[in-house]
C-alpha cells in the first residue's frame, strides 16, 4: 500500500478562539499506479487534504503512513525531504521561479537533494524531453505558453522519479484542449506505471481517472471506482 | 559536497536576484562601499606613513640625544621655554669635555639658503654650521671627498659637505668635487659628497649642506639656536648619559639646586611616542567613520533583504514544496546578502586602496597596499553580510510552504 490515511482531523485556529474543522474523520487508501481524483466544492477540505497527501502539512489527529512511514509524526526536515524524493507537485498556477529558465527549474528538486550538476543537467533533460520540451530548455517561463509551462511544472515533478504525482487543479488556467494535452500526459505516466492524484472540481476533467474521492464539508462524501 | 553545491547554487540565486534590482542593489551596496573605503584607504596611508616615518626616525639615531632649548613635543611648556637663555656654543664645549658617555658632540645650527653653482640654482635648502663630531652624531659619512676636520672648523675654512641630492641636481655629470659653489652671498669649496639618507618628515637629508660652525656664525649670525647633538658610547647607557648630561647643563647653566631644567633633551623616542598618538587616533577616526558607515550599509543590506524575502514568499514556497529545508532557504538568502555585502567590499577594497594612492601623490603622506588591508575588508565584509542578512534569512527559512504558495 501507497498510502493509507486514518480519520484524519485538521483543525484551524483563525483566531479568537474561532476553530474551522477543515477534515474531520477522513480516511483513505491509495495503492500503487492508481489513478484517483479528488473532487468537491470550494470549502470542501480537498485543498487541506491534498496538502496532507503532499506532505506540506500534518493532520491534527488521525494517522497517514506513506509507504509504511508515519508522516504524521516526522519533523519538518523529514517532511522536506519526502517532498523531494517522493511527490511530484504540480499547481494550478504552475509556480516555476519567473527568472530561472527551463531547465533550472526542472533542476530544483535536485539540488536539494544534493544530485552532482553534471547529472542534474542529464536527468533534468530527459525529464523536460519526455513532455515533449526538448527544445525550450534555455527558455524562461515567460517566454512559454501556458500549457508548455506546465510541462514544465510536470518535468519538474517527474525529475526526481517521485512515488505519487500530485496534481492540483492541473488544467484549472488552461484553455480546453490545452487542458486535454496535459490529461494525456497524465495518462501516459499512469500507464507507465506512476501513481497520479489529481485534486479537481471539473466532472470530465476527473472522468479521465479510474477512481473519485468526493469530499463535502470535511468528510467523504462518496468513493468510487469508475469502469 | 552537498553543502558546496547549495553554496554555489545560493550564489547564483544572488546574482540572478541582483542582476534582476540593479538599481537597488548598486544603492544597498553604497554604504557599505563607503564603510570599507574609508577603512582601507585610512589604513593604507597609516600603513604607508608607518613605513615612512620608521625609516625617517631610524635617521635620528636610537643613540643620539638633542640638548635644545625647547622639548619635542610639548606645547604646554613653550611659553615658558621662551624666556630660557639660549644654548650656547661654551655649553657645547663642556660637554664634551666632561661627559664620559658621549661618543661625539656636535653643537650644530641651522639656516635655509639657496645655493647657486654656474647657472644651476637651489632654493630653500637647509645649510648646517658644525663640528668634524657631526658625520658621527648624524651617522652620515662622505661618499666622496673628506669630511670636515678640527682644522676646517678651527680656521673656519669656506668648505662645505653637500647631500647627494645637491650634487644630483646641480652637477649633473660633472664630479663636484673641489668646485666653488655659492651659499647666499659667500663661495664655499666643495670638499665632500655625502650618501643618500632619505626624509626625516619633510626634510630632505639628501639636499642639506654642511659647513663649519665658525663661519656659520660669521656668516648668518650667532643668535640663532644651538642644538647640541650628543652621540653615545653605549645605546644602553643612553639612560646614564641623560642624567650626566643634565648634571653638566645645570652646572655651566648655572640652575639653583631646587629649580627645574632650563634646557631639554630630545630623544628619539618621543618622537616615535607622539606618533603613535597620531596613529591611533587616526585609527580611531577611521574605525569610527567605518564602523557608522558600516553598521548603515549593514541596516540598508538588512532592510533591503527583508523586501526580498516579502517579494519572494512565493518562490520560497515553490522551493519548499519541492524539497528545500529550513536551512537550504536560510543557506539561500544569507548568501545573497553576503554577496550583497561583498559586491561592496571588494568595489570598497579597491577604491580604497585608489583613493589612498591618489592622496599619496598628492600630499606628503605615503601610502602601502597591505595584505592586512585586505584582511580587515574581508572581515567586515563577512560579518556585514551575515550580522545583518541572518534576521531576514530566519524569517524566509520559517515561512509556511502552504501560506507561501497561495501568497500574490
Not at chain 1, 37 to 46: D, E, F, L, T, Y
Not at chain 1, 79 to 97: M, P
Not at chain 2, 359 to 381: K, M
Request: proline share 3%.
Amino acid at each position: 500500500m501507497l498510502i493509507d490515511i486514518n480519520n484524519i482531523e485538521k483543525t484551524y485556529d483563525i483566531g479568537n478562539s474561532n476553530l474551522v474543522r477543515a477534515l474531520r474523520g477522513v480516511s483513505i487508501e491509495i495503492q500503487d499506479n492508481e489513478y484517483i481524483a479528488i473532487m468537491g466544492p470550494s470549502g470542501s477540505g480537498k485543498s487541506t487534504l491534498m496538502n496532507i497527501l503532499g506532505c506540506l502539512d500534518t493532520p491534527t489527529s488521525g494517522s497517514y503512513f506513506f509507504v509504511g512511514e508515519a508522516v504524521s509524526e516526522m519533523n519538518d526536515n523529514q517532511l522536506a525531504e519526502i517532498r523531494n524524493r517522493e511527490i511530484g507537485f504540480v499547481f494550478q498556477t504552475f509556480n516555476l521561479l519567473p527568472r530561472a529558465s527551463a531547465l533550472h527549474n526542472v533542476e530544483l528538486p535536485l539540488i536539494y537533494n544534493g544530485t552532482p550538476a553534471s547529472k542534474r543537467k542529464a536527468l533534468a533533460k530527459d525529464s523536460l524531453e519526455r513532455v515533449g520540451l526538448g527544445d525550450r530548455m534555455e527558455h524562461k517561463p515567460n517566454e512559454l505558453s501556458g500549457g508548455q509551462r506546465q510541462r514544465v511544472a510536470i518535468a519538474r515533478a517527474l525529475v526526481n522519479n517521485p512515488k505519487i504525482i500530485l496534481a492540483d487543479e492541473p488544467t484549472g488556467n488552461l484553455d480546453t484542449r490545452t487542458g486535454e494535452e496535459i490529461m494525456e500526459i497524465f495518462e501516459d505516466l499512469h500507464e507507465s506505471g506512476n501513481t497520479v492524484i489529481l485534486v479537481t472540481h471539473e466532472e470530465y476533467i476527473a472522468e479521465h481517472t479510474n477512481r473519485i474521492v468526493r469530499l463535502r464539508d470535511g468528510v467523504i462524501e462518496r468513493d468510487e471506482a469508475l469502469a | 559536497m552537498k553543502f558546496l553545491i547549495e553554496l554555489w547554487e545560493g550564489f547564483k540565486i544572488a546574482i540572478i536576484a541582483l542582476r534582476a534590482n540593479k538599481l537597488r542593489a548598486f544603492l544597498t551596496t553604497l554604504g557599505i562601499v563607503i564603510g570599507i573605503t574609508t577603512v582601507i584607504a585610512i589604513h593604507s596611508i597609516i600603513i604607508g606613513l608607518n613605513d615612512a616615518f620608521y625609516s625617517s626616525i631610524s635617521a635620528l639615531g636610537s643613540d643620539v640625544l638633542y640638548i635644545q632649548k625647547f622639548a619635542w613635543g610639548s606645547h604646554d611648556d613653550w611659553l615658558k621655554a621662551m624666556h630660557r637663555k639660549d644654548i650656547t656654543l661654551k655649553e657645547a664645549e663642556a660637554v664634551k669635555e666632561q661627559s664620559t658617555y658621549a661618543k661625539a658632540v656636535a653643537p650644530t645650527m641651522a639656516a635655509r639658503r639657496t645655493i647657486k653653482f654656474g647657472s644651476e640654482k637651489l632654493n630653500n635648502v637647509i645649510v648646517y654650521g658644525t663640528t668634524e663630531d657631526y658625520i658621527i652624531t648624524s651617522n652620515v659619512t662622505p661618499e666622496f671627498g673628506r669630511p670636515l676636520t678640527p682644522l676646517d672648523v678651527d680656521h673656519r675654512r669656506q668648505v662645505c659637505l653637500i647631500g647627494s641630492e645637491v650634487a644630483e641636481k646641480l652637477f649633473n655629470r660633472v664630479n663636484p668635487l673641489g668646485r666653488k659653489i655659492m651659499i647666499g652671498h659667500s663661495k664655499f669649496k666643495i670638499v665632500g659628497v655625502l650618501e643618500k639618507r632619505g626624509k626625516v618628515f619633510d626634510v630632505n637629508l639628501d639636499t642639506r649642506v654642511v659647513i663649519p660652525i665658525g663661519v656659520f656664525r660669521k656668516l648668518y649670525g650667532s643668535r640663532r639656536w644651538v642644538t647640541i647633538e650628543v652621540k653615545v658610547k653605549d645605546a644602553d647607557q643612553i639612560e646614564e648619559a641623560r642624567d650626566e648630561l643634565t648634571g653638566i647643563l645645570r652646572r655651566v647653566r648655572k640652575v639653583p639646586p631646587l629649580k627645574e631644567n632650563d634646557f631639554a633633551i630630545n630623544q628619539q623616542d618621543v618622537i616615535a611616542d607622539l606618533y603613535k598618538n597620531l596613529t591611533t587616533a587616526l585609527y580611531a577616526v577611521a574605525f569610527g567613520v567605518g564602523a557608522i558607515s558600516l553598521i548603515v550599509g549593514g541596516i540598508g543590506i538588512m532592510n533591503i533583504m527583508l523586501v526580498s524575502v516579502t517579494e519572494r514568499t512565493r518562490e520560497i514556497g515553490i522551493r519548499k514544496a519541492i524539497g528545500a529545508r529550513k536551512n537550504d532557504i536560510l543557506w539561500q538568502f544569507l548568501v545573497e546578502s553576503v554577496t550583497v555585502s561583498a559586491i561592496g567590499g571588494i568595489i570598497g577594497i579597491l577604491l580604497g586602496f585608489i583613493i589612498a594612492k591618489v592622496i599619496a601623490s598628492a600630499t606628503f603622506l605615503a601610502a602601502a597596499i597591505s595584505p592586512i588591508s585586505i584582511i580587515i575588508g574581508v572581515g567586515f565584509i563577512a560579518i556585514v553580510g551575515i550580522f545583518f542578512g541572518i534576521f531576514p534569512a530566519y524569517k524566509a527559512s520559517k515561512l509556511d510552504p502552504i501560506i507561501a504558495l497561495r501568497y500574490e
